[in-house]
């Protein structure tokens, strides 16, 4: 895994990674946006088993249960942000929108849907996905190899 960028600061900062292919993939995407003056900033790559099993922990808290949980966040296991692969993004021209259903009112998020294609990149769960996951316009997946296309060859044809 390579480094992507970092989120947050202070004791909160965290370094964000993703896969070499999809990482020099991605930087050619946020530069090209920044010379469109669009601020395009990783909020959480590459996340392991033990990480997702925490976040999975605190959505069971949050909504009661497993099942309630799993349509917000994947299970330990199956979340794509294990393959090193996908990324969560927010805008960094409008803080406080971060994993939010706000982020599709953003420049960042108008870029990306118009131009993401063109660097490898699509969103994992549009509105109304056939894999019945709920929209999440700041999950991305880089799909722009043979080897990262097939690992989402399954979710890719449901949708």
């Known amino acids: 895994m390579m480094i ?3 989120y947050a600061s202070g004791t909160e900062q965290r370094f964000e990674f993703l896969n070499p292919e999809a990482c020099q993939a991605f930087m050619k995407m946020i530069y ?3 010379d469109a003056g669009v601020w395009i900033i990783p909020v959480s790559g ?9 976040l999975f922990q605190n959505q069971i808290k949050r909504h009661g249960s497993a099942k309630e949980a799993a349509k ?3 299970p330990p296991g199956h979340s794509e942000h294990h393959t090193g692969f996908a990324i969560d ?3 960094g021209k409008s803080p406080k929108q971060d994993i939010t259903f706000a982020f599709e009112n953003t420049d960042a998020y108008r870029w990306l849907t118009r131009y993401a294609k063109e660097f490898g990149f699509e969103m994992s769960f549009p509105s109304n996905n056939g894999q019945g996951v709920s929209f999440e316009p700041w ?12 690992i989402f060859a399954n979710a890719r044809n449901k949708s």
Not at 141 to 148: C, E, I, K, L, T
């Open 4 to 6: 992507v960028g970092s």
């Open 32 to 34: 090209a946006a920044r």
């Open 46 to 54: 590459f996340r392991s088993v033990q990480q997702q099993e925490k």
């Open 72 to 74: 917000i966040s994947a």
């Open 89 to 91: 993004l927010t805008d």
């Open 139 to 150: 999950h991305w997946r880089y799909v722009g190899s043979q080897d990262a296309a097939a």
